[in-house]
């Protein structure tokens, strides 16, 4: 089984460096280029299935493979973006300069300490798991899939996945990139094909 995990294309808060989160930013003209490139560049991974977050900028990526490929696409809560609370629609400066006390924490233990009104790791680390333990169940680990998603949660999904393996280290991937993981279903266990693959993205 291939699992393709996909960002979703660009947004105008991408160009300005802001903190998305949870706020549901939509593509700007050159994301839905992107999308439309993704979508084409998907025609050599076939896939049974597509779970995408519910945020729009994943969804409308999402949609236009689903269009092409002519399958079905399921909306999972659990695969939106990070949630930043108040820091959501700051740059990083503005964060330091207005939260320092609360991001210098945070910088320190993201794993237990949450932005204000915002999640910690450990509970998006377990949405992610829950969000793929279901994946999983609804292809009994055989068909290939493509999770469209956002790039903070990518990441984490990809380290949980990959548990502990030297691929998992800084994680980042691009606007509608494409990451391949192979799912093993008797062993149970993931591994990395290819981080990052943006090559269709030829305008």
């Known amino acids: 089984m291939r699992i393709y995990l996909i960002r979703h294309g660009q947004t105008d808060w991408n160009i300005q460096g802001k903190i ?24 050599s991974h076939p896939v049974k299935k597509i779970f995408s977050s519910t945020l729009s900028r994943a969804a409308e990526t999402a949609k236009l493979i689903g269009e092409r490929q002519k399958v079905d696409i399921y909306l999972m809560p659990d695969l939106i973006e990070v949630e930043f609370g108040k820091w959501e629609g700051m740059t990083w400066d503005q964060i330091k300069a207005s939260y320092p006390v609360e991001y210098q924490q945070w910088n320190l233990n993201p794993v237990e300490v949450a932005p204000p009104g915002g999640e910690t790791q450990l509970a998006v680390v377990k949405r992610c798991a829950e969000a793929l333990k279901e994946i999983l169940q609804m292809t009994e680990g055989k068909e290939d899939v493509a999770i469209v998603s956002h790039g903070a949660t990518i990441a984490h999904l990809i380290a949980y996945m990959l548990k502990g393996q030297s691929e998992e280290t800084e994680i980042i991937v691009g606007n509608a990139s494409i990451t391949t993981l192979e799912y093993e279903p008797v062993t149970g266990e993931f591994s990395l094909v290819e981080m990052n693959d943006v090559g269709h993205l030829i305008f």
């Open 20 to 43: 998305q989160g949870s706020h549901d930013i939509p593509l700007n003209n050159t994301g839905r280029k992107q999308a439309e490139l993704l979508a084409k560049g998907m025609d």
